[in-house]
């Protein structure tokens, strides 16, 4: 069995990136974290441990975009029990799909409606850059 930390981002599409990073810092009070980590995308938005990713979506949704809306969400788990994540759910069936953000590693998985869920793990070499 596997312990999941709590939420650690939900990630929306949005229409426009710069409009929606400052909306959610003069607004909400968030801080823009791993900036220049990703080449634009997703722009990270911080409010203590918990993260919102914006990615840049498409009003009516398009090949290269998609739609406006709500895209995934994550949960926070250490090491330990992201290993024990992706062991347990190999062993029941269910499709994973494994990714290396470089200050993260991920794990996507659709629960039985389709949304995707994400199961993400800061210790990749070392302590947890986000400080939980």
């Known amino acids: 069995m596997f312990v999941l930390k709590q939420l650690d981002h939900v990630a929306l599409n949005v229409s426009d990136l710069e409009r929606s990073k400052a909306w959610y810092g003069d607004v909400l009070g968030m801080t ?3 900036p220049g980590q990703w080449d634009g995308e997703p722009i990270m938005m911080a409010l203590g441990t918990t993260l ?5 979506g498409d009003p009516a949704g398009t090949a ?4 406006v809306g709500i ?7 250490d090491r330990a ?4 994540a992706r062991a347990a759910l190999t062993a029941r069936g269910i499709p994973l799909r494994f990714a290396d953000h470089a200050v993260c ?7 039985p409606d389709g949304h995707v869920v994400e199961i993400t793990t800061y210790d990749v ?3 947890d ?3 939980a």
């Open 105 to 111: 590693y991920s794990l996507y998985l659709h629960d």
């Open 71 to 77: 895209d995934h969400f994550a949960f926070r788990a």
């Open 81 to 84: 029990n992201f290993e024990a």
């Open 64 to 67: 290269e975009r998609p739609p």
């Open 52 to 56: 919102v990713a914006l990615f840049q």
């Open 125 to 127: 070499d070392g302590p």
């Open 129 to 131: 850059p986000a400080g």
């Open 32 to 34: 823009h974290v791993y």
